[in-house]
Each structure stands twice: as C-alpha cells, then as structure tokens.
C-alpha cells in the first residue's frame, strides 16, 4: 500500500526553526517538498532532482535543507530562520516510475 506522511508543522516565530518529516510507504521514492498556500498553485521549496541532486526554490536557498534516507523511504525539511512568508501548507511528494503521491500536508505558521 502506498501512503506518505508528513509531520512536524506547527507555529514558530519569525527567525525560528522547524523540522518536518516525511515517511514514505510502497514502491515509491520520496523526490522532495512542495508548499501551497490558499489561492495559489503548489510550489516547489526543496527537492531531488533524478540524479540526486538537490534543488532549492531561490526564497529557501540558504536557509532549508533538505535530506533523505532512501532505504527507510525517509525525508527531512529542516527551515531555519523561517519568513512569515514561509506560512503555507508543506507536502511531500514521493513518485513511482508512473504515478506521483502526495500526503496530506502539515502546516507551518510563522508568527509573532
């Protein structure tokens, strides 16, 4: 069955960190992390690109880093130095040769 779960979301103040977590089941590969808020399209924040690399949007270059474990099918966002800008819904997103799945989302509020 596959299943993707993320967790660690919550409500942080401006300049704080955050760590989310991304379990993934199945056979699927977790490729990186995507953020949306309402009104607006999915955006990329952190992912792998096919070779490995990874590849960040240019609002969380320097701040994010992203980092998976391939054999337990893991993958950690940590954000430090958050935006209220950051504020959005954050997804995981793990593929299979066909198809892309996504979980149900955590949130993430920066606020003072």
């Known amino acids: 069955q596959v299943q993707v779960v993320e967790s660690g979301g919550g409500l942080v103040q401006p300049g704080g960190s955050l760590r989310l977590s991304c379990t993934a089941s199945?056979?699927?590969?977790?490729m990186g992390w995507y953020r949306q808020t309402p009104g607006k399209q999915r955006e990329l924040v952190a992912a792998?690109?096919?070779?490995?690399?990874?590849i960040y949007s240019d609002s969380v270059k320097g701040r994010f880093t992203i980092s998976r474990d391939n054999a337990k099918k893991t993958s950690d966002l940590q954000m430090n130095s958050l935006k209220l800008e950051d504020t959005a819904v954050y997804y995981c997103?793990?593929?299979?040769?066909?198809?892309?799945?996504w979980g149900q989302g955590t949130q993430v509020s920066v606020s003072s």
């Open positions: 997103k793990a593929t299979s040769p066909v198809f892309a799945y």
């Open positions: 792998f690109s096919s070779g490995g690399a990874t």
């Open positions: 199945g056979s699927i590969a977790i």
